[in-house]
């Protein structure tokens, strides 16, 4: 067995399928090339294939990574190259390395994912970069920020969002002023951008929030190296050496 | 030329539910410079894109047009309600998948007709893309409208719609229908002067050249308007499927779809002849795929699209000869290619379950078997040939071999039925609970799903009316009240309201035409989504344009009587049909031997 871990981004209209979507069109693209893919065990064999961290609708990324197992040896950097070719307008291969077989899996591994988002504002109302900071300082000075999550049963549960948030500031791009984020993210728990971003929205006091949408961008994904946060694709060069 | 810019497109999609059933691009979409082609054709499938990108004759017309490199086609589907809203508010037109252009752009939309109750989204599509909805309205500029499929096998209720219709089989005669409209326009001529053009070709029926006849508000006869146009319609069929056009290369969805696998047919039609199945007569002659082109283009898909499923499709997949044969070879061909291999269509006897046992080998999903009546005296009168012992058998083999779950399909309101061939669906189920003692609704899962008999056109049983509305609302009730009692077996019927909707439609006339527009112009879209449908509106549309569709549903029509589809010939004599019919009453007591002579 061996096992790949690569690096792709995602732009375009690809941005409109899901997570589950993404496996399929990855999963596919390697059978189109024939790659060993290596199967589970038992009635009814799935792909040893993850993505680090699901990417939501809607949601453009530079850096994210995928981990595929196969049951022969597979060059990485073929494999990069054959998987590029086959994928579609949208999503580009950016790398790809043969990591240790028994490495923990990639989905727990992340910790953290960095986000912009930019605010396209449809409606009149303005909402600028200063007002912006001000609504950000704010949310970062609580303790508390409270969501209600559907648990099981579908009872719906008061929880804390704040300690998710590592980190938020106003970044201003030319046509919109935009939010950069460091949320918690991965099996350790986390909270989703568009979470926050509902509430940075509330925050702004502004009158029809229907007028607003995000081009919302994740940039890195993290992992915890000596106490600190690295990216995710950091550890995959120093695999690399 | 209109195109929808990017800004805007990204602004709407950033508002509705599944966005990605808008975008296009999918891998083997076709990617064709509109102007330099000859003929541009638009492909509307009137259902949401995860029902249309489902259906493979979509797929083969795909590949049917698009294979002439001077031809294009394209697709578009029904926009979902919260899609249609964003169009119409930002004043957009209905946009084709492939190159977000005007659907109004192209030379020919050609609506994929598969079930009645989408005809208020063919109606909402065309008023989305900007068209008159008559093709008497419609000017020489615009779009041909034509339609397909089986519903097109009683087109009347859409013909004023419509400019033309394919009846049959149109994989092959598609390009040349294009090709010749490609002339006619050269040619400058009028609108009417290509439809007139059109109709001498094989399958074309062009509505406007033909006019119902009544007498005292019955239907008596057609009237041909047009020396040019010929008196009857034949169906069209190919006459061998190996040299048929197939897509080895189809369109793989991004996002989910109902069906979403490699598809070979393995033949096409069905000789069993039971008496309610449409599709069982429009497809005849039955036509077979040779064991090495299905082993062919089964390869060929799986290294082209990377599915991981291959569904050998048919109307019923156990008839296709030397079958074990064929699995042999394909699992030769696919061998290690971590491919699993389903039959659909199975009939309920045991050497169906042997097929699918072995195509499962560890994997034990479900098994769907549809016995359609409970007492063998309905079976025999519908023609469903299986006995009780089939049934009991293949269940058994079925669970011995490991398998967990089954699915019972059923029908009510057939000819002849009473009560208790409606109880004995429940007996059937309490007995099948017994045998596996204590299995069913815990170990085994067992679920039910009765539908209401709808005559089609074209089948022994045309002339049959539906069961009254009240009565099959009875029924159901009667097998709700059944089902109480065997806790563990999952039980679903279908709305009597839609099942009545589209049985006038089945057999309505061209007078059924103007109530269609009413309940569009009221709102009734995606009639066959229980989450939108509203009866309501229908009651609304029936008072408001004064038709009253229980002439059409629950009419028994005679044999001498002039049927709406009557023009329009699909092979079968209409003596057989005449004389299947009285056959399923005459023998309705008795125990025949079974004709099994004209089986593939
Ligand atoms: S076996 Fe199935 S497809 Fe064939 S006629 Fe009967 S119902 Fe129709």
């Given at each position: 067995m061996n096992k790949i871990w690569f690096s792709f981004a995602r732009h375009d209209r690809l941005r409109y399928i899901s997570h589950l979507d993404m496996l399929r069109l990855f999963i596919r693209a390697m059978r189109r090339e024939r790659f060993p893919v290596a199967y589970s065990q038992g009635f009814n064999p799935h792909p040893r294939f993850s993505l680090a961290l699901p990417l939501p609708l809607g949601v453009t990324a530079d850096e994210e990574l995928g981990e595929i197992s196969f049951s022969e040896v597979v060059d990485a950097e073929q494999f990069a190259g054959r998987l590029a070719a086959q994928m579609p307008v949208g999503l580009e291969i950016t790398g790809a390395t043969c990591v240790d077989e028994n490495r923990l899996p990639l989905p727990s591994l992340v910790e953290a994912a960095s986000y912009r988002a930019g605010i396209i504002n449809e409606g009149p109302e303005n909402i600028s970069s200063l007002h912006l900071e001000q609504v950000l300082n704010e949310l970062l000075s609580k303790d508390e920020i409270k969501i209600l999550k559907r648990g099981k049963k579908k009872k719906e549960k008061e929880i804390n969002i704040r300690s998710h948030i590592m980190a938020l500031s106003a970044a201003d791009k030319t046509d919109y002023p935009t939010v950069a984020m460091l949320l918690r993210a991965g099996g350790g728990g986390g909270v989703s951008p568009l979470i926050v971003l509902e509430k940075i929205i509330t925050g702004t006091g502004i009158n029809e929030p229907k007028n607003i949408r995000w081009d919302l961008h994740r940039e890195r994904l993290y992992t915890s190296a000596d106490e600190k946060l690295e990216t995710l694709s950091e550890g995959m060069c120093k695999i690399n050496g | 030329m209109t195109k929808i810019n990017d800004d805007l497109f990204d602004s709407i999609l950033s508002r509705v539910r599944k966005p990605g059933?808008?975008?296009?691009?999918?891998?083997?979409?076709?990617?064709?410079?509109?102007?330099?082609?000859?003929?541009?054709?638009?492909?509307?499938?009137?259902?949401?894109?995860?029902?249309?990108?489902?259906?493979?004759?979509?797929?083969?017309?795909?590949?049917?047009?698009?294979?002439?490199?001077?031809?294009?086609?394209?697709?578009?589907?029904?926009?979902?309600?919260?899609?249609?809203?964003?169009?119409?508010?930002?004043?957009?037109?209905?946009?084709?998948?492939?190159?977000?252009?005007?659907?109004?752009?192209?030379?020919?939309?050609?609506?994929?007709?598969?079930?009645?109750?989408?005809?208020?989204?063919?109606?909402?599509?065309?008023?989305?893309?900007?068209?008159?909805?008559?093709?008497?309205?419609?000017?020489?500029?615009?779009?041909?409208?034509?339609?397909?499929?089986?519903?097109?096998?009683?087109?009347?209720?859409?013909?004023?719609?419509?400019?033309?219709?394919?009846?049959?089989?149109?994989?092959?005669?598609?390009?040349?229908?294009?090709?010749?409209?490609?002339?006619?326009?050269?040619?400058?001529?009028?609108?009417?002067?290509?439809?007139?053009?059109?109709?001498?070709?094989?399958?074309?029926?062009?509505?406007?050249?033909?006019?119902?006849?009544?007498?005292?508000?019955?239907?008596?006869?057609?009237?041909?308007?047009?020396?040019?146009?010929?008196?009857?319609?034949?169906?069209?069929?190919?006459?061998?499927?190996?040299?048929?056009?197939?897509?080895?290369?189809?369109?793989?969805?991004?996002?989910?779809?109902?069906?979403?696998?490699?598809?070979?047919?393995?033949?096409r039609?069905?000789?069993?002849?039971?008496?309610?199945?449409?599709?069982?007569?429009?497809?005849?002659?039955?036509?077979?795929?040779?064991?090495?082109?299905?082993?062919?283009?089964?390869?060929?898909?799986?290294?082209?699209?990377?599915?991981?499923?291959?569904?050998?499709?048919?109307?019923?997949?156990?008839?296709?000869?030397?079958?074990?044969?064929?699995?042999?070879?394909?699992?030769?061909?696919?061998?290690?290619?971590?491919?699993?291999?389903?039959?659909?269509?199975?009939?309920?006897?045991?050497?169906?379950?042997?097929?699918?046992?072995?195509?499962?080998?560890?994997?034990?999903?479900?098994?769907?078997?549809?016995?359609?009546?409970?007492?063998?005296?309905?079976?025999?009168?519908?023609?469903?040939?299986?006995?009780?012992?089939?049934?009991?058998?293949?269940?058994?083999d079925a669970i011995r071999a490991g398998w967990q779950g089954f699915k019972l399909y059923f029908m009510i309101g057939l000819p002849t039925e009473t009560d208790e061939d409606v109880e004995a669906i429940v007996d059937l189920c309490r007995r099948i609970r017994r045998r596996f003692s204590g299995r069913i609704g815990k170990k085994i899962s067992l679920s039910v799903s009765v539908a209401t008999f709808v005559p089609k056109a074209h089948t022994p049983f045309q002339w049959e009316p539906q069961l009254r509305l009240e009565k099959t609302l009875?029924?159901?009730?009667?097998?709700?009240?059944?089902?109480?009692?065997?806790?563990?077996?999952?039980?679903?019927?279908?709305?009597?309201?839609?099942?009545?909707?589209?049985?006038?439609?089945?057999?309505?006339?061209?007078?059924?035409?103007?109530?269609?527009?009413?309940?569009?112009?009221?709102?009734?879209?995606?009639?066959?989504?229980?989450?939108?449908?509203?009866?309501?509106?229908?009651?609304?549309?029936?008072?408001?344009?004064?038709?009253?569709?229980?002439?059409?549903?629950?009419?028994?029509?005679?044999?001498?009587?002039?049927?709406?589809?009557?023009?329009?010939?699909?092979?079968?004599?209409?003596?057989?049909?005449?004389?299947?019919?009285?056959?399923?009453?005459?023998?309705?007591?008795?125990?025949?031997?079974?004709?099994?002579?004209?089986?593939?």
């Open positions: - | 059933q808008y975008t296009g691009g999918e891998l083997n979409a076709v990617d064709k410079d509109f102007d330099t082609v000859s003929a541009r054709m638009v492909l509307a499938f009137p259902d949401l894109y995860e029902v249309g990108m489902s259906n493979q004759g979509l797929k083969i017309l795909y590949e049917s047009v698009n294979s002439r490199s001077n031809m294009l086609m394209e697709r578009v589907f029904a926009l979902d309600v919260d899609m249609e809203g964003q169009l119409r508010r930002h004043g957009l037109p209905l946009f084709t998948l492939e190159s977000r252009r005007a659907v109004r752009d192209f030379d020919v939309i050609g609506f994929s007709l598969q079930y009645e109750l989408s005809y208020t989204n063919v109606l909402n599509m065309l008023d989305l893309a900007g068209l008159s909805l008559y093709s008497s309205e419609r000017a020489d500029e615009d779009p041909l409208v034509i339609g397909g499929g089986p519903c097109a096998y009683n087109p009347e209720p859409l013909a004023p719609f419509f400019d033309l219709f394919v009846i049959g089989e149109a994989e092959e005669s598609l390009p040349r229908l294009l090709e010749e409209l490609v002339i006619s326009k050269e040619k400058s001529l009028s609108r009417q002067e290509i439809l007139v053009t059109l109709s001498a070709g094989k399958g074309i029926y062009v509505p406007s050249l033909y006019r119902p006849l009544y007498q005292e508000g019955k239907l008596c006869g057609v009237e041909v308007l047009d020396r040019r146009a010929p008196q009857s319609i034949n169906k069209l069929t190919i006459p061998d499927l190996d040299l048929a056009p197939y897509p080895i290369a189809p369109v793989i969805p991004y996002i989910q779809v109902v069906h979403d696998r490699a598809v070979v047919e393995l033949f039609g069905c000789a069993r002849g039971c008496r309610f199945c449409q599709a069982g007569f429009i497809f005849r002659p039955v036509r077979r795929r040779s064991r090495a082109k299905i082993v062919e283009l089964a390869e060929k898909l799986i290294d082209s699209t990377g599915y991981d499923e291959l569904s050998l499709s048919s109307l019923s997949s156990a008839d296709y000869p030397h079958i074990e044969k064929l699995i042999e070879e394909l699992d030769e061909a696919l061998q290690g290619r971590q491919v699993r291999t389903s039959l659909p269509s199975l009939r309920l006897d045991s050497y169906s379950v042997r097929l699918a046992d072995r195509l499962h080998r560890g994997r034990r999903s479900s098994l769907t078997f549809a016995p359609e009546a409970a007492t063998e005296r309905l079976r025999k009168v519908i023609k469903k040939n299986i006995t009780e012992e089939d049934i009991f058998s293949a269940l058994d009875a029924r159901q009730k009667l097998l709700r009240d059944g089902f109480k009692t065997l806790p563990g077996i999952n039980f679903k019927w279908h709305e009597a309201e839609a099942s009545f909707l589209e049985a006038l439609f089945a057999r309505g006339d061209r007078m059924v035409a103007s109530l269609l527009e009413k309940a569009w112009t009221l709102g009734c879209r995606f009639d066959g989504w229980s989450e939108h449908f509203s009866f309501a509106l229908w009651q609304q549309a029936f008072r408001e344009s004064g038709l009253r569709p229980e002439e059409y549903v629950y009419r028994r029509f005679g044999y001498g009587d002039c049927l709406p589809w009557g023009h329009l010939h699909c092979g079968k004599e209409s003596e057989f049909m005449v004389r299947d019919h009285r056959e399923a009453f005459d023998k309705q007591y008795l125990q025949g031997e079974e004709d099994e002579q004209n089986l593939v």
